[in-house]
């Protein structure tokens, strides 16, 4: 489903403090497979995973998505694909301060003409199964880290994407919720969705089908 | 169309959740449109007051051409005038400026029976006798003159003259501090005699041509003017595009520095959402829905500052007399003119303030907005 080819990512291209955040990727990610890329930090997870997600343009190198190239993209072709088939969830989870939970998970939904009243029930479904049924109308700032995290996680599950990627998702929360967000993981594989997750902890690798190692900027 | 809806209320909420620069953008909006649209209508509204008058006045000016202006004209040749056909009514009148105490007033001599009719006495009644006047309502008030008063004036000569009446006139500025007089007592006042600053012709439609033939044969040699009225309303029109100019001119400055501050303020913010617009694309936001969703927030808030603008504007004229701004545009009045100004508020001038104030706002935003939604997400997202 999704594939790299010699995948590259330079930072101060040509100058002399060229940085090589990756080089010569190959992976090859099935559909419903739960993929972890574990590595230290500064290893290239970050780039590597926004480069599949189409947040970032590699060096060189290609990425495919169901068997079509896609880094050759236009943006506006990315953005679809964000649209459509990809959910996001970031490390320090990127909520927008001062909207609600429930107007942060149903911020997507807008430029896609849906009511008020349909986006709110949708964001509260996924709220409520996130465990926030009781946080819909608590701004970022009135929440815990895990709870933030859950937010957003509902926020990238609102398009029903196929493909979740997820950096170093449990990094700034607790244990608690960690255990919490691992086990909707599972349960979003058997619904069939596509999982990549950056990490440098061990929790994932016990339901993980593959296991990437990663060191400055490869894959072992 | 719901997409478009839905940006809009999104714009309006993030206008509530952005609230202080709101508040900066619109405040500088108003500060620079308000004094523009309280010009304009000042302006458009004494002009067309000026039109009514002229419209509703003679048909023919006739004049003596000194160095190529307006002189005072002699009376020697009324009667021939009088007589040329086509002729209804010809109106012999002095209008000279005087000081009344330390105010400047318009003396207006003229024949009773010639008295415009828009001037109607409010009280009293119309001069009869020698020596006495009616004076406009403001006037009166200023000096607390009632009927039966008297007062003294000097110009070449000194006079006494006795309040029989006061008047007002429907285009209020100009009959507001006049003198009305008859018309040998106003030659005595300016030490002139047998002649007029000017006679006004009423004529028969159509016949302004043989009337100008026939004055050419009655002054020969003499150096005369007559102007008609389309003359005469092309004058008062560039009288006031003089004063826009004036206007004008003071006001570039004020922009000058305005404008700057808008593009600064609608531009500023933008930088600390771009990390909130990165979150966007990065969750499937098209870069133009982004552009779009900028776009209506400076058209709404643009709809904002203008309506205030035009709202403060009217209070400005009908509250405090249009002070600061009325000046440009009537001369010799004090900070607060004590009479209700002749405004008019066209819907084409506030159509203009409130485009001015989009473009400016988007000129101000476009830029870094653009920026911020073309990079690719992960730069915004990393600010
Ligand atoms: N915007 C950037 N400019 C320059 N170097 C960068 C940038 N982003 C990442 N890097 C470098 O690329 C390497 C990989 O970073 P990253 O992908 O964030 O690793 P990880 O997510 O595994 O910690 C690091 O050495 C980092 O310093
Ligand atoms: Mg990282």
């Known amino acids: 489903m999704i594939r790299t080819e010699n995948l590259c990512k330079s930072y101060g291209h040509h100058s002399q403090y060229e940085v090589r955040a990756i080089h010569d990727i190959n992976v090859n990610i099935a559909k419903n497979c739960f993929v972890v890329f574990r590595g230290p930090s500064g290893s290239g997870k970050t780039t590597l995973l926004n480069i599949i997600g189409t947040l970032d343009r590699p060096t060189a190198g290609k990425v495919f998505l169901y068997d079509k190239e896609i880094t050759s993209f236009s943006d506006i072709a990315f953005a679809r694909l964000r649209r459509e088939k990809i959910g996001f969830i970031f490390q320090n989870f990127h909520l927008i301060p001062r909207l609600t939970s429930w107007e942060n998970v149903a911020y997507p939904l807008i430029p896609l003409g849906i009511s008020l009243k349909e986006r709110f029930e949708r964001a509260q479904f996924f709220l409520e199964k996130m465990g926030l049924g009781d946080r819909l109308s608590h701004t970022p700032e009135e929440l815990s880290g895990g709870q933030q995290q859950r937010v957003a996680i509902a926020r990238a599950m609102i398009n029903d994407p196929e493909i979740i990627i997820a950096d170093e998702p449990t990094s700034n929360i607790d244990e608690e919720t960690s255990a919490h967000i691992l086990q909707y993981f599972e349960e979003l594989k058997i619904r069939g969705v596509t999982i990549l997750v950056a990490t440098h902890s061990a929790i994932f690798e016990k339901i993980a089908d593959t296991v990437y190692k990663m060191k400055n900027g490869r894959i072992e | ?383």
């Open chain 2, 1 to 383: 169309m719901h997409k478009h809806l839905n940006l809009l209320f999104l714009a309006t909420e993030n206008l509530l959740r952005h609230r202080t620069k709101t508040v900066v953008v619109c405040l500088c909006i108003i500060a620079i449109l308000t004094p523009f649209i309280t010009a304009i209508a000042i302006s458009e509204g004494i002009r067309s007051q000026s039109l009514n008058s002229v419209n509703a006045g003679a048909d023919l000016y006739l004049t003596s051409d000194e160095f190529g202006r307006n002189a005072a004209i002699s009376l020697k040749y009324l009667d021939e005038i009088k007589k040329i056909f086509g002729v209804t009514k010809i109106v012999p009148r002095i209008v000279g400026r005087g000081f009344l105490q330390n105010k400047l007033t318009v003396i207006v001599g003229i024949h009773k029976e010639d008295i415009p009719e828009p001037v109607t006495c409010i009280s009293g009644r119309v001069f009869e006798n020698t020596n006495e006047v009616i004076v406009g309502h403001e006037l009166a008030k200023y000096f607390h003159l009632n009927i039966g008063d008297q007062f003294s004036m000097r110009c070449q000569q000194r006079k006494v003259f006795t309040v029989v009446g006061i008047f007002s006139a429907d285009s209020g500025i100009w009959g507001a501090s006049m003198i009305f007089m008859p018309f040998n007592d106003a030659g005595d006042l300016f030490g002139k005699e047998n002649v007029a600053t000017d006679i006004q012709i009423y004529s028969l439609p159509g016949h302004n041509s043989e009337i100008a033939t026939d004055l050419y044969d009655i002054f020969q040699n003499e150096a005369y003017r007559l102007q008609d009225k389309q003359m005469i309303e092309l004058y008062v029109k560039k009288g006031f595009m003089l004063k826009e100019g004036v206007f004008s001119a003071l006001y570039i400055v004020a922009i000058a520095l305005g404008v700057p501050a808008i593009l600064v303020t609608s531009g500023f913010g933008l930088s600390e959402r771009k990390k909130e617009v990165g979150i966007m694309k990065a969750t499937g936001w098209q870069t133009l829905e982004v552009l779009e969703l900028i776009s209506f927030e400076q058209l709404l808030i643009s709809l904002l500052g203008a309506t205030i603008a035009i709202v403060l504007a009217i209070l400005w004229v009908r509250g405090f007399r249009g002070a600061f701004i009325a000046q440009f545009f009537i001369a010799e009045i004090t900070m607060l003119p004590n009479f209700a100004l002749p405004a008019r508020f066209l819907p084409l001038p506030c159509f203009i303030s409130f485009f001015f104030a989009f473009l400016l706002t988007m000129v101000g935003s476009i830029y870094s907005s653009w920026r911020a939604s073309t990079v690719s997400p992960v730069v915004s997202l990393q600010s």
